[in-house]
């Protein structure tokens, strides 16, 4: 187990905190007072306090102390968001050491990117979900999330399969968020401007509006820019990156009993000049002996390392999506305290009209993509009934329905070396149109049951009932210098229902008002897909042809965990053993094609193994200072032996994204200051051991372990109506990549690799300043 590139880094902040406690000596009888337990919210005032605040979530459906929760959870409230500088879904790897990310382009595809204890799922079939889910305000994602973070009030990362309450696509987990809800009778606000120097800015704004004695409207929006991620060499322009979204929620509470929630928002990306990577490795000469990749980037002018961000491309280079939401819930508490939820949404994400040159340089085997369209639809609709807390017996109980439906066409275009002889085509232009509908309805349950004061049985059940259809149609036209083959057309099509039944059982014991101990048995279930394209590349002629099933992914999980606060509330340790086995497990094997389009095939993994420890601490040593770590340890998570992916056995490695271990820590220190100002100095650190980013047995398609710093300092105003920040992330320019492709588009087998990057592979200096009004 390699500690020793992360030990250095932990030393230091642990100095760092000694020393600033060092400063004020006299704290230490002050950290002495009774912990205090307030809600958090991220709209108040900072208020000193000398324990550990109360956590709560809504994992189980209904609001908890976090401590009561028998699962293995990392919350991130609202003041930790902002002081990690998380602007985007992926940033949230920071924050929780399970949660990791590959690449988050809108070609990633529906399958998501999001993996917890190393497992997740990174497919680009149209009938494909993510391993883990994303809920946000109680309302499933699917294919149709945003990327953009925008007021929220807290995410909750939820390890392990939550196919009880949570459905289909949370094998692996979910991440569970909520936005700032309106506030009855209080008109407020703020305004955030961030400076990136030259590498963008943004502005953020909420605004709080009280109608009447019974409602309030919320109104948060954001513009954001961020520059220079790659660099074309070829035209002399930086990457742009443009984000702008917009979020209303409106609530009428007209009793005490009675409650509705109505949202609406809207999200705009735009994404010139940059294509999805850039050449990290380029060998001197391919497998064919057809290319001279090193040179070649040379003649460009790009000057190829790891740490390279330059490309070259004469291809207009651009991305475009927009997502749209509505969502309305009702909540009605019944005589009896249960309280009866309704949850009704309609979300759209539209992908296009994207182009780019995959092909990395100029000359020839230049590919072409264009994207015209790609649109998803979701209609869901979730009823359920909660009973009253604190009682005996508490349960939830509901039905759920979702129908979503996927479009998209693809124009390749692949352009091989004009100086060849006329017997070689000119160009291969391939149209493809694909769609896919998927239709879940369930009845779900779980109960808990205290047959002592201070044991407790935690049963539930899911029903699921899938159904899954696709169609792909092909058209591939082949032109040479006088003339033009017949197009050839293919069609593909399949469809699949599938039943299971998921669910947890377990056991929850309290020590005392400090200790907990629990242990469940889970039971997930992720739907299948439909793969077309499988077919209809293999086919040698046109012709119409039946999709391959892909199965549907069935984790079983088994977890044993304590919840302890010790130190009178100065220190939280959640501790958690678990040990998942995934039944096909849903994989893809990409390749490029002999005339070098990227062919990705997807597929069952007959079994996969996760198994490991976490550990998330929360500490107020002093009452100027906090301190967060979360640890991850994540043991097997490699494929069987002898299993191949593009003719390599990788049987023994480990899954993409997926490192051994884990561990994100941060403290912040404030001094008070004449005046009732408050200064503040805060860091962060992510240490992660080596992670593979493509299936090749190389070396070169995995990133090194290493150590990711960040510093902070704010000022805050009196009665919080200003604060400005100066912070640094990334201090040592470390280039992460987000993924890595083999080998380089264009340049054939035995060319190298190129690194997809994010605005995270950079270092990062800026400014924010906030006004609250």
């Known amino acids: 187990m390699r500690i020793h590139a992360y030990r250095p880094a932990i030393g230091q902040l642990t100095i760092l905190a000694m020393s600033l406690a060092a400063i004020q000596p006299a704290l230490a009888q002050e950290a002495a007072a009774p912990a205090a ?14 324990g550990i605040e109360t956590v709560v979530v809504t994992a189980q459906k209904r609001t908890q102390n976090i401590k009561e929760v028998p699962l293995a959870i990392t919350v991130v409230n609202a003041a930790q968001l902002e002081r990690a500088g998380v602007k985007d879904i992926g940033d949230l790897a920071k924050t929780a050491a399970a949660l990791e990310f590959g690449d988050q382009s809108s070609t990633s595809g529906p399958g998501g990117s999001a993996s917890i204890r190393g497992i997740g799922t990174a497919v680009m079939t149209t009938s494909a979900e993510g391993s883990v889910g994303v809920v946000v305000d109680g309302v499933p994602q699917g294919s149709t999330a945003s990327g953009l973070m925008l007021d929220l009030a807290r995410v909750e990362v939820l390890r392990g399969p939550q196919g009880t309450l949570f459905g289909k696509n949370a094998s692996a987990g979910v991440l569970n968020m909520s936005t700032q809800a309106p506030m009855i009778g209080d008109t407020g606000g703020n305004v955030q401007l961030e400076y990136k120097g030259t590498y963008g800015a943004a502005v953020r704004s909420t605004i709080n509006l009280p109608i009447n004695d019974i409602s309030a409207l919320r109104v948060s929006g954001l513009v954001e820019r961020n520059k220079g991620v790659y660099h074309n060499v070829h035209n002399g322009k930086d990457s742009v990156a443009d984000n702008a979204g917009i979020r209303l929620r409106y609530l009428l509470r007209p009793s005490s009993d009675l409650s509705i929630n109505l949202i609406g928002e809207a999200s705009n990306t735009r994404v010139d000049y940059a294509t999805f990577f850039a050449p990290a490795i380029a060998n001197d000469v391919n497998a064919a002996g057809n290319h001279r990749p090193l040179a070649e980037f040379a003649a460009c002018g790009v000057t190829v390392s790891r740490t390279n ?30 309280t009866l939820t309704s949850i009704t949404a309609w979300r759209e994400r539209n992908v296009g009209p994207n182009s780019s040159g995959i092909d990395m340089s100029l000359g020839y085997d230049k590919i072409r993509n264009l994207t015209p369209a790609q649109e998803a639809k979701q209609f869901s609709q979730e009823l359920r009934i909660a009973s009253p807390s604190g009682r005996q017996l508490e349960y939830v109980a509901g039905l759920f329905y979702a129908d979503s439906e996927i479009d998209k066409q693809t124009i390749t275009t692949i352009q091989p070396n004009p100086a060849l002889p006329a017997a070689v085509p000119r160009s291969i232009v391939t149209d493809t149109t694909e769609h896919a509908r998927m239709t879940t309805r369930a009845v779900f349950g779980q109960a808990t049951w205290r047959f002592t004061p201070a044991t407790s049985l935690v049963a539930g059940l899911r029903y699921t009932k899938d159904a899954v259809s696709a169609d792909y149609h092909e058209a591939s036209t082949v032109n040479f210098a006088a003339f033009s083959v017949p197009t050839s057309i293919k069609n593909a099509s399949g469809e699949t229902g599938e039943t299971n039944v998921s669910g947890k059982v377990g056991l929850q014991h309290t020590l005392s008002k400090q200790a907990n101990v629990y242990a469940t048995l889970s039971r997930g279930y992720k739907g299948p897909q439909v793969d077309n394209s499988s077919p209809v590349s293999a086919a040698t002629v046109a012709g119409t042809y039946t999709g391959k099933l892909v199965n549907p992914e069935l984790p079983t999980s088994v977890e044993l965990g304590t919840k302890l606060s010790l130190l009178d509330r100065r220190l939280d340790v959640d501790l958690a053993l678990f040990h998942t086995k995934i039944k096909d497990f849903q994989e ?20 996969v193994t996760s198994k490991g420890f976490e ?9 100027q200072l906090q301190l967060g770590l979360s640890m991850a340890v994540i043991l097997d998570t490699a494929y069987p032996a002898g299993f191949i992916f593009d003719g390599q056995d990788v049987g023994g490695r480990r899954l993409l994204y997926s490192p051994k271990q884990k561990v994100t820590a941060s403290a912040d220190y404030s001094w008070d200051l004449p005046g009732e100002y408050e200064l503040r100095l805060g860091g962060d650190l992510v240490y992660k051991s080596r992670v593979r980013y493509c299936n090749s047995i190389d070396d070169n398609c995995s990133f090194r372990g290493h150590t990711i710093s960040s510093l902070r300092l704010s000022l805050n105003a009196p009665d919080n109506k200003w604060s400005a920040q100066l912070y640094a992330r990334n ?33 990062r200096v800026g400014v924010t300043v906030d006004y609250r009004f």
């Open 588 to 607: 893809q094997n990409c390749t490029l094609t002999a005339v070098g389009a990227l062919s990705c095939i997807p597929l069952n993994v007959p079994e």
């Open 731 to 763: 201090l040592n320019d470390t280039r992460v990549p987000n993924a890595i492709i083999y080998p380089l588009p264009g340049k054939g087998a035995g060319s190298g690799f190129a690194y997809g990057l994010g605005e995270n592979s950079f270092r």
């Open 615 to 623: 550990a998330d601490l929360r500490a107020r040593p002093l009452p």
């Open 37 to 50: 337990e307030t809600a958090t919210t991220a709209t108040a005032a900072p208020q000193r306090n000398t």
């Open 309 to 338: 961000n330059q490309i070259c491309s004469d291809a207009l280079e651009l991305s475009h999506s927009k997502v749209r939401g509505l969502s309305g819930q009702v909540d009605w508490t019944l005589g009896d305290g249960s």
